[in-house]
């Protein structure tokens, strides 16, 4: 019986905390910003960083982050192979641009970040979107 409400509240918890939508590229990400008039979060990383990943599976996958994170459009690049005028380069990562629509840096955070600290990061950000 106690297998069969695992099973079930697994269910319900994978039906209701889907996986952020990333968009494939910058380009992608904003014409969709312009389109629904959001902020882009652009995550400079690299395949080889740990604090990276460690920044994606325990900060921006966490339930309260994603959740918040549903507000603007998301779009990672690696930061040794995407070299575009409008996003400095990134000299330590992971880097987060929050970006306007327009493609203006409006914060940029370095480092790793756990959750507490990267909320604090949005409301700020979402703060100057108002």
Request: aromatic share 12%; proline share 2%.
């Amino acid at each position: 019986m106690n297998k069969i409400i695992v099973i079930i509240m697994f269910c319900i918890v994978s039906v209701y905390s889907a996986p952020l939508q990333w968009e494939k590229d910058l380009q992608t990400a904003f014409i969709k910003a312009q389109k629904e008039n959001k902020v882009v979060m652009v995550l400079a990383e690299a395949d080889y960083c740990r604090w990276c990943k460690k920044m994606k599976t325990q900060t921006i996958e966490n339930k309260e982050v994603s959740k918040k994170l549903e507000k603007f459009v998301l779009v990672r690049i690696d930061r040794d192979k995407v070299k575009v005028d409008y996003i400095p380069y990134a000299k330590y990562i992971p880097t987060v641009y929050f970006m306007s629509k327009d493609k203006e840096i409006i914060e940029q955070v370095t480092g790793y970040f756990g959750v507490l600290d990267f909320k604090s990061w949005i409301d700020d950000v979402e703060k100057e979107m108002e």
